[in-house]
């Protein structure tokens, strides 16, 4: 991303930012876009090793943020945060579908429960910040039609999906009822350097790239349902760009990628880019099936309709760049 080309970088120029999440993978790509900007950043983290932050994402810019090293669960800790921001990326969560099956009331504590306490900490201690939230696809469940736009019926196949929805829903109802500006991201399949790729806990794209840098057959479960994908870097602009904007305020926006792929051209196109790679189809897993939503790629029309975005990275460069990236960093995030 080029700094220099987008009209609303002065926005972030000397100010204080807050970085929920800020260790983990979409959120140290957006911490160091908002440095190289002149951003005061923060950043917030629990460092919990099932949740994806890694203080190797912050390398090179370690020095030029604040880490705090908090769990948004401890909301005696939230005021002093929020006092003075400018603008918060709210990325804390919980993001495994499977764990939020197996451990319901720890997702229903993060991705619900805590984001009502960190609006009511700007409700009373910052009620000028700017907050944008990233939400998750999985809130649509099994697409009736496609592509999937903000007017889909929201019906959650998991308990994530559930709690993810009660935390959008707050942020939106604190910017409709008490004025705090809020905007909601619905975020798609994300991938690129510094995602997690230990487990499938983020994505399972993380497991296959692992797989393939240490010379391993990766599986395909069923092969055939279809996918699209953001590049971080496009997503990362998104986040700037929505933050930057008065018109997004109190809105929801689907991201979305290049045209969908079947998850078979997916591996395909990984094993092209890495020599000697391989996959293996493999039946769907019986316990993942029951909340696997089938097909789905997103209808980002109305975020570039009302902000000018769009992804702007192929897939196959995506790939790459991700690929690159583990080649030479993968022992520091297994």
Not at 119 to 139: G, K, W, Y
Not at 181 to 201: E, Q
Not at 244 to 259: C, F, H, M, R, T
Request: charged content about 20%; some cysteine; overall charge negative.
């Amino acid at each position: 991303m080029n700094p220099l080309s987008t009209p609303w970088k002065a926005r972030y120029v000397g100010a204080k930012v807050l970085i929920t999440g800020g260790v983990g993978f979409i959120g140290s790509n957006l911490a160091r876009a908002l440095v190289e900007w002149g951003a005061e950043v923060t950043i917030v983290d629990s460092l919990i090793p099932e949740y994806g932050g890694n203080r190797r994402n912050l390398l090179g810019i370690e020095n030029d943020v604040r880490l705090h090293l908090t769990d948004v669960r401890n909301h005696a800790t939230l005021p002093a945060l929020v006092e003075g921001q400018d603008f918060l990326f709210n990325l804390a969560g919980q993001t495994s579908h499977m764990d939020s099956m197996k451990d319901p009331e720890t997702d229903l504590e993060i991705n619900c429960r805590a984001q009502l306490a960190i609006l009511e900490a700007c409700r009373r201690h910052n009620p000028a910040i700017r907050i944008v939230f990233a939400s998750t696809r999985q809130l649509y469940g099994r697409p009736e039609s496609l592509p999937v736009s903000e007017t889909h019926p929201l019906r959650p196949v998991d308990v994530n999906g559930i709690n993810k929805q009660a935390g959008e829903s707050f942020h939106l109802l604190y910017s409709q009822v008490h004025g705090i500006r809020s905007t909601v991201l619905r975020l798609t399949n994300t991938i690129g350097p510094r995602m997690r790729v230990k487990d499938a806990r983020q994505t399972f794209v993380g497991v296959w790239i692992r797989s393939l840098v240490e010379g391993r057959t990766f599986e395909v479960w069923g092969g055939e349902q279809l996918r699209d994908f953001t590049y971080v870097d496009d997503a990362v602009e998104a986040f700037l760009q929505a933050a930057a904007s008065d018109e997004a305020i109190g809105q929801v926006y689907n991201l979305g990628g290049p045209p969908p792929v079947t998850l078979r051209a997916l591996a395909e196109m990984l094993v092209e880019l890495q020599p000697g790679g391989q996959f293996a189809l493999m039946e769907f897993p019986a316990d993942r099936k029951k909340i696997d939503i089938g097909d789905f790629f997103a209808d980002y029309r109305l975020i570039e309709r009302a902000l000018g975005w769009k992804p702007k990275t192929s897939l196959p460069s995506a790939l790459a760049q991700t690929l690159a990236y583990y080649r030479d960093e993968l022992p520091h995030y297994v």
